[in-house]
């Protein structure tokens, strides 16, 4: 997901694709109590409706091991909390990013990947 943006503090001076209009930031550990990077499950909250996410419950968990992350961007689908609010789905026409790890999330990552998969 992240590669479509436009910016990444993860490597300043390594071009993005720059698809989509945003910039990804390095989760600091003195903004956070939680430990950094954020690794485990949390929940996935679904900000719209979108084909992608067809047959799962808003609320899932799914997997995420990151250090950095879209903490805002026009074409969210998708947040997660982990002490603040960031991007955890992202969708412009037919490009879809996210920023936890579906083939490590179960059955809702199967039907998150069957789902991408039958887009048409």
């Known amino acids: 997901m992240q590669l479509l943006g ?11 694709l720059n698809f989509l209009s945003f910039k990804t930031q390095k989760l600091r550990h ?10 485990g499950w ?6 719209s409706s ?8 808003d609320g899932s968990d ?25 991007v ?6 037919n490009l879809y990013g996210v920023q936890f790890h579906p083939e490590r999330s179960q059955d ?3 039907k998150l990947l069957h789902n991408f998969l039958n887009l048409s």
Not at 30 to 39: A, G, N, R, T, V
Not at 42 to 47: D, M, R
Not at 62 to 85: G, R
């Open 50 to 57: 979108n084909p992608i996410f067809s047959g799962i419950k």
């Open 62 to 86: 799914f997997y995420f091991s990151h250090s950095f992350a879209v903490l805002k961007s026009k074409n969210m689908i998708a947040s997660t909390e982990y002490e603040i609010d960031f």
């Open 88 to 93: 955890s789905a992202l969708n412009s026409e």
């Open 6 to 16: 436009s910016i990444s503090e993860e490597d300043i001076t390594a071009e993005c």
């Open 30 to 39: 003195e903004i956070f109590s939680k430990p950094i990077p954020h690794i």
């Open 108 to 110: 809702a990552g199967k």
């Open 42 to 47: 949390n929940q996935v909250n679904f900000l």
